[in-house]
């Protein structure tokens, strides 16, 4: 069965301060590894793919890398727009149709 | 309308009343998904159709879940005789091709509060 943890559950950080966000993940061959943003009362936003370890992706102040247990999405120099809940999912070989979500960083940036 | 929108946006049922949500997905996406996500947890995978075909319904919680899609368009979760447990906010998702690591874009749920 497919898991995700993501930790910390909730990070506080000062506008400018760069952070990094985890996911750990145990799967059963990766097929691909998803990162979402998701805003109160709204549904998760795609941010990133990644399909092999070693693999970066970039998107303005977000960068997203992937080792063979891990994930992490790096925030550099955080706006307060950058508040919202973080979330991975993993989809692996066995999975089938289903993507596993971890439950989410709660990331809050003050100005 | 540019993305996939969901109604009603919030649902209150008394405990044993039957339930129908809708999905509108994007104009063209052939894969839908249906998540179940409660308050503070990620969400989790119920059901997925291709086309009009639900390909894979084992997220499904129970048989009072029920889930179709007859013309390969909208989508309707039904869930009948409602429980307190069933409260959640249940997303839907679709993607251009069938392929299941395409970019899902998520509709904005409808909020389903059991009393």
């Known amino acids: 069965e497919d898991q995700v943890t993501q930790s910390p559950e909730a990070l506080r950080l000062q506008e400018g301060e760069s952070s990094s966000l985890n996911c750990s993940y145990t799967v059963s061959g990766l097929r691909g590894l998803f990162w979402y943003r998701q805003d109160p009362g709204k549904g998760p936003e795609f941010l990133f793919t990644l399909y092999s370890a070693g693999e970066e992706k970039e998107k303005e102040r977000l960068k997203a890398t992937l080792t063979k247990k891990e994930s992490f999405l790096h925030i550099t120099a955080p706006k307060p727009e950058d508040s919202a809940t973080y979330l991975c999912a993993v989809r692996g070989e066995t999975s089938g149709s289903r993507l596993t979500f971890g439950e989410g960083t709660q990331l809050t940036v003050n100005p | 309308g540019a993305g996939v929108s969901q109604s009603p946006r919030y649902k209150v049922a008394k405990r044993g009343q039957d339930v129908a949500l809708r999905c509108d997905p994007i104009?063209?996406?052939?894969?839908l998904f249906w998540y179940q996500q409660a308050l503070g947890q990620g969400p989790e995978f119920l059901t997925y159709?291709?086309?009009?075909?639900?390909?894979?319904k084992s997220g499904l919680p129970s048989d009072r879940f029920f889930a179709e899609r007859p013309e390969g368009s909208v989508s309707t979760l039904k869930i009948q005789r409602t429980q307190q447990e069933d409260s959640a906010v249940y997303l839907c998702?679709?993607?251009?091709?069938?392929?299941?690591?395409?970019?899902?874009?998520f509709g904005p749920g409808t909020r389903l509060t059991v009393l």
């Open positions: 159709f291709q086309n009009e075909a639900q390909l894979d």
């Open positions: 104009s063209g996406h052939v894969s």
């Open positions: 998702a679709s993607s251009f091709g069938g392929s299941l690591l395409s970019e899902q874009f």
